[in-house]
């Protein structure tokens, strides 16, 4: 069962240099976890919201708007595609990343079949 | 055999089989909708065939079978299934014949514990886990349920729709979850059982006669929890806990249908059989030594439950208990409820003392019960001007309306 994992962050969050360190080797951890089991395939950290670009065609015409589609102060982060045996596995990842302490992970099932 | 009697075997046989028929049909092919039909269709089968036949030796063993052929005849008929059709085809090939098929077979029992546990995950809304074991578990109807939590019928159908969806699209599991995930599921999975039975016990002060006996329904899915978890102490604790709250149903609503307080029921009035059944299975719950919130819970109301008057209760024991509550369960509410036991145990200074502490925190600011229990301490210590401020804060909470017309009469005898 494949899922993306969006890692949302809350922007209002403020770290400490080094809470930052230390979410940094929690990162680590976690990465070798999951690509130790073999469930992770790609996932990147994104480059901040301030560089996203956000495209849609209305009426025949494209418009581009500078920033990101949804509206809200929360966030993507970055992402991850995982390979997970079910939900529970899915969740248990999840569960261990840095961010589920303070932003939110969201699972989002591969539409299959 | 009567029409009569056919029927209510026919009736019997749905309490004790429906949960087992569907879930070991979902298990052989992981359609919900495929295994709530064929089970509804077999005992719509017994219906019709048992007045004529006579009701078979083991009905359970019958009726599955018969919900089994229909699933084969079901999945043959949508060729796109191979692979499901192949796998229950499979199984109907190896059992028996219907009379020899072992009903107690442990395999089955297993099917009936994944479902419960599946229709309690976490990653599902709550109501969707309080309908969904409601509909495969106990086999209520969609409208009954709609009915049963006061929703439009089309609101419950798309409930149930998207609960089973998510179940098939996003990957939860059909299993007992492994030992690590275990104790976290069993106590997600006995909330949902008890949020059902106070569902019910909250209503049945009402008139309602649409709505279905929830609190039975409850009481009758964690007996067979229960049975299936036979080492899970808070199981037993949580049907030992329902059964007391259960026992004192037709003395807690008075003739004018006003709630009646515990000290005020009539305790000739309350259910023996219930309460016996209920301490003896909380002695054995107990005896595991693993005192959960459900054991202590459930402890408590035995003080209760075994007083043969309001004077008799042991309060020291139930001020005691409440202090081991708060280990498990450190909430607020649980902290007011000691308070008035330690008030009863001792004196109504020292239970204001616990109050005052909770008051401190802010805890239960906006809550009336809290400025209520304050009140009637400080009315019992005779400082009635401040017991009458007290009484206006409980006021002021918006409480319900006999809530309302109580604490109205107690401000009015204070002030008068």
């Known amino acids: 069962m494949r899922y993306m994992m969006l890692v949302c962050c809350d922007p209002e969050i403020e770290m400490t240099p080094e809470a930052q360190t230390a979410m940094q080797g929690e990162m680590e951890v976690w990465?070798?976890?999951?690509?130790?089991?073999?469930?992770r395939g790609l996932g990147s950290v994104l480059a901040p919201i301030i560089d996203a670009t956000t495209v849609r065609v209305r009426a025949g015409e494209v418009v581009i708007a500078d920033g990101p589609f949804a509206e809200t102060k929360e966030f993507i982060a970055g992402f991850d595609i995982l390979d997970c045996a079910d939900l529970d596995e899915a969740m248990e990842i999840a569960g261990k990343h840095p961010m589920a302490r303070f932003g939110a992970i969201e699972l989002r099932p591969f539409?299959?079949? | 055999m009567s029409d009569d009697a056919t029927s209510r075997a026919v009736e019997a046989a749905f309490t004790e089989e429906w949960g087992r028929i569907v879930a070991s049909?979902?298990?052989?092919?992981?359609?919900?909708?495929?295994?709530?039909?064929c089970a509804q269709q077999a005992f719509a089968e017994a219906l019709k065939r048992w007045p004529r036949d006579g009701v078979p030796s083991r009905p359970g063993a019958w009726l599955t079978t018969v919900a089994r052929n229909r699933a084969v005849d079901r999945l043959r008929h949508e060729r796109m299934r191979a692979e499901k059709l192949r796998r229950v085809a499979a199984d109907?090939?190896?059992?028996?014949?219907?009379?020899?098929?072992?009903d107690d077979d442990s395999g089955i029992k297993d099917d009936r514990l994944r479902l419960m546990f599946t229709c309690c995950h976490p990653a599902l809304a709550l109501e969707a886990r309080v309908a969904l074991t409601l509909r495969a578990l106990a086999g209520l109807t969609t409208t009954e349920i709609a009915h049963a939590f006061f929703v439009p019928e089309a609101t419950m159908a798309?409930?149930?729709?998207?609960?089973?969806?998510?179940i098939a699209h996003a990957g939860i599991p059909y299993r007992v979850p492994p030992a690590e995930l275990l104790p976290e599921r069993t106590s997600g999975m006995l909330a949902v059982l008890y949020l059902l039975f106070n569902e019910g016990y909250a209503a049945s002060a009402g008139e309602d006669l649409v709505r279905v006996d929830l609190c039975r329904e409850a009481i009758r899915l964690v007996r067979a929890l229960g049975m299936l978890m036979p080492d899970e102490p808070e199981a037993?604790?949580?049907?030992?806990?329902?059964l007391f709250q259960h026992s004192r149903r037709a003395a807690r609503v008075d003739g004018d249908g006003e709630l009646v307080t515990l000290e005020g029921q009539d305790r000739s009035r309350w259910d023996r059989a219930e309460i016996g059944e209920?301490?003896?299975?909380?002695?054995?719950?107990?005896r595991h030594d693993r005192a959960g919130a459900y054991q202590l819970q459930a402890a408590i109301a035995a003080c209760h439950a075994t007083a043969t008057a309001p004077q008799d209760t042991d309060w020291a024991k139930i001020a005691a208990l409440y202090e081991r509550l708060l280990d498990v369960m450190p909430q607020p509410l649980v902290r007011l409820n000691r308070a008035v036991a330690v008030a009863m145990a001792g004196t109504p200074a020292d239970g204001l003392a616990v109050v005052d502490e909770l008051t401190a925190s802010g805890a239960l600011a906006g809550y009336h019960l809290l400025?209520?229990?304050?009140?009637d301490l400080l009315r019992r210590l005779g400082r009635a001007s401040e017991a009458a401020a007290a009484y206006r804060a409980a006021l002021a909470c918006d409480p319900s309306a006999a809530e309302r017309r109580y604490l109205e009469r107690r401000l009015a005898a204070l002030t008068h």
């Open chain 1, 31 to 39: 990465l070798s976890d999951v690509n130790g089991r073999g469930v």
């Open chain 2, 92 to 102: 109907v090939a190896r059992s028996e014949p219907v009379e020899e098929i072992d």
């Open chain 2, 278 to 286: 209920a301490v003896a299975l909380l002695d054995r719950a107990l």
């Open chain 2, 236 to 242: 037993t604790g949580l049907l030992a806990l329902m």
């Open chain 2, 25 to 37: 049909l979902i298990g052989r092919t992981g359609d919900w909708d495929l295994a709530e039909e």
């Open chain 2, 371 to 375: 400025h209520a229990t304050r009140a």
């Open chain 1, 111 to 113: 539409r299959e079949g």
């Open chain 2, 158 to 166: 798309k409930r149930l729709v998207r609960a089973k969806h998510k």
